[in-house]
């Protein structure tokens, strides 16, 4: 029949896909997260294909406007790209098989070579290298209100690039315990913007951006071992970190922060299964910690020195598995964490802080956790599943601060140093995480789904400080903090037809915050408490697929979220910043048709608007100012059984008033692509 072969090349179509329907097709499946399912995908024939093949790709685009925002936005290089896309090898000799697999795209920066070797009764080794680019947009901040009001960064086109080698050894032999050995080596270098911005004006909208430069190598041993009716598992994992990254500013001053770090972690499990009704598993983990770190920036600042920190991680818990009766499965678990963490840092403070010396904060924190949980789901009620969560968590903290200083200007004279003061703060925290849903298949072809979510955490502090340097420690004013959440979700799926499929869903979710606070006073009296912010969100969504005929099927999908949060803030005629809104539409329609039996072509639509932008008076502006539409068409022809080509183009333009027009494109994309077996 026409239609399973139109599904079948579409299912191709995904593996040799057009670089640049790649790129607009994740942007639809993004708008259609969560909302519908795509068709299912037929048995293929049964004849065997070629265990090999080779894709190769080429594709490029014409950006109008600014090539930086396409990057960003489309996470493709905005010029010509090529190279192969994947590639599988394979080849039995005996009892060994050899299998290479891999792609290699030039121009989009992004390849991989993983070699595979596994011997029959014996084990396996793996070796890799893995490599892509991500880009990001330099652009600087935007205000109507202020001339001049747009900040360029002198390069926008920002990207990094982030890789990783590895070698893999399995020992797999039936009487000897599983073992496997993992070497991993993997960095990141380049370019990417930052949302901390410096100061040409009052408002600090000027750009800055990060030079990355960190590397980190992983050893990792596991062992896995039956013994009756238990699996037991004890892994070693030792990784080092080197970064040095630079922030660089407006006026090219930089600020580097460097940070090493040794960590050694060591871990067990269990899972014993006792019948077909009961299971019980355990898992415990140690987790040392030691880093050094280093902040320096310009002469005025001088830098900071010779800071560090030791933790200590304990982590155990414990599961069980209940199938008590036929239809109802109870899970209830609990877990364990203790924590201990010891920091020192040695910097000299920038004058605006008071009299120029030099500090040595250090801090000793203690903590601990307890978390319970249980889940339940139960199926014995015709046409209906049910399901329930609960998650109980308790956790307190004691953090003890001391803070020395010396008003030495001498860099290069150890300084003597005196307490002058300290803070003891205790922590006592409460969380409540519960949900609970269910299904119900009320007829042939039609469900619905709803579920209740609810949060809820309480932090209560009890601070006790005093001396010079803390008045800086905004947490050390506030009392107690409560944030809950409320959050409600329906589904329906109808398939009113067998080739016609509505899905709808709402959410609301509402997150409130009160809080309350000491007044500052050496006397430290408590202010009545206020509520300081409410985030209040709802998400309607609509999705369509309708098979129009063997040869071809429509699928659209629409969505609009309207939120707003409103704090202590925005409230009356003196307010400092305006309620926030993060309002936006999206919607996408794809069409596919089988021409014939060796020929399909599909074509999408996603569009997506968001205009929440605002600028408050002395502040930066908030939120966003969005309007995109996305057209994409592909083509797909098999040659013969072991041959299909692939042909796409695309049109991507982008309005962002956010950055006043000046981040806004247009695009033509295409590729073609040729997948061959052997």
């Not at 593996?15 to 995908?41: L, N």
């Not at 007829?443 to 932090?459: H, I, N, P, V, W």
């Not at 009545?528 to 098979?547: A, C, D, K």
Request: hydrophobic residues 35%; charged residues 20%.
């Amino acid at each position: 029949m026409k239609i399973k072969h139109f599904r079948r090349m579409n299912s191709l179509h995904n593996t040799v896909r057009a670089g640049c329907v790649a790129g607009i097709g994740m942007m639809i499946v993004h708008v259609q997260a969560g909302v519908s399912e795509p068709a299912p995908v037929l048995e293929e024939e049964t004849a065997e294909l070629p265990p090999n093949w080779v894709d190769v790709t080429v594709g490029g685009a014409f950006v109008d406007g600014d090539k930086a925002a396409y990057q960003r936005r489309v996470q493709q290089d905005g010029d010509f790209y090529g190279g192969i896309s994947d590639m599988h090898m394979e080849s039995i000799i005996g009892d060994l098989t050899w299998t290479l697999d891999g792609h290699a795209m030039f121009g989009n920066e992004d390849y991989e070579l993983i070699l595979g070797l596994v011997k029959d009764d014996l084990g396996y080794l793996e070796a890799g290298y893995r490599q892509f680019r991500t880009w990001y947009d330099g652009s600087g901040g935007y205000l109507p209100t202020v001339t001049p009001s747009w900040y360029p960064a002198a390069d926008e086109g920002l990207h990094l690039d982030r890789g990783e080698l590895w070698l893999e050894a399995g020992l797999r032999r039936e009487d000897l315990p599983e073992i496997t050995f993992r070497y991993t080596h993997s960095w990141r270098e380049g370019d990417k913007d930052s949302t901390s911005w410096s100061r040409p004006d009052s408002r600090a909208i000027a750009p800055t951006m990060w030079d990355i430069d960190e590397q980190s190598d992983v050893f990792e041993l596991d062992v896995a071992y039956a013994l009756g009716n238990t699996d037991l598992g004890l892994g070693l994992r030792y990784e080092m970190i080197d970064n040095s990254d630079s922030k660089i500013f407006f006026d090219d001053e930089s600020h580097t922060e460097g940070y090493e770090a040794d960590i050694f972690n060591a871990h067990a499990s269990s899972v014993t299964r006792f019948n077909d009704q009961m299971m019980l598993s355990f898992g415990y983990a140690y987790t040392n910690l030691n880093s050094d770190t280093f902040v320096s920036r310009g002469a005025d600042i001088q830098g900071f020195n010779d800071g560090g920190a030791n933790q200590k991680l304990n982590v155990a818990n414990c599961n069980f598995w209940w199938n008590p009766i036929e239809d109802l499965v109870i899970v209830p678990s609990i877990r364990a964490e203790w924590n201990d963490v010891d920091a020192v840092s040695k910097f000299y403070y920038h004058p605006h802080y008071g009299s120029p010396g030099w500090a040595n904060p250090r801090i000793d924190v203690d903590g601990n956790m307890l978390t319970e949980q249980i889940d339940a789901r139960y199926t014995g009620i015709e046409n209906v599943s049910l399901y329930a969560k609960a998650t109980f968590e308790q956790e307190e903290e004691d953090s003890n601060y001391r803070y020395y200083q010396d008003t030495s200007v001498d860099l290069d004279e150890t300084p003597t140093y005196a307490q002058s003061g300290y803070r003891n703060k205790e922590c006592d925290a409460n969380r409540f995480k519960g949900s609970i849903g269910g299904i119900w298949y009320a007829c042939r072809g039609l469900s619905f789904a709803a579920e209740y979510y609810y949060k809820d955490t309480d932090l209560d502090y009890d601070t006790d400080n005093f001396g010079t340097g803390l008045t800086h420690f905004g947490d050390a004013h506030i009392k107690s903090l409560e944030m809950s959440t409320n959050d409600i979700n329906v589904r329906m799926t109808w398939r009113a037809r067998p080739d016609l499929t509505f899905v709808t869903r709402y959410d609301w979710q509402v997150t409130e915050f009160d809080m309350t606070a000491y007044d500052g006073t050496p006397a430290a009296a408590i202010l009545p408490g206020i509520q300081s912010g409410e985030y209040e969100r709802n998400i309607i969504s609509e999705s369509v697929t309708y098979l129009l005929n063997e040869s071809a099927y429509l699928q659209g999908a629409v969505s609009y979220t309207w939120s707003d949060t409103v704090s202590a803030g925005s409230q009356g005629a003196s307010s400092i910043v305006s309620t926030s809104d993060n309002d936006y539409l999206t919607a996408s329609l794809m069409v596919g048709y089988a021409l014939d039996e060796k020929t399909d072509i599909t074509a999408g639509y996603a569009y997506y608007y968001a205009d929440n932008f605002s600028v408050p008076v002395n502040s930066v502006g908030y939120g966003t100012d969005l309007e995109e539409h996305v057209f994409s068409v592909g083509l797909n022809r098999q040659i013969n059984r072991n041959m299909i080509w692939n042909l796409g183009y695309g049109y991507y333009t982008s309005n962002d008033g956010t950055s006043g027009g000046n981040n806004d494109f247009d695009a033509h994309m295409v590729s073609t692509g040729l997948q061959v077996r052997f």
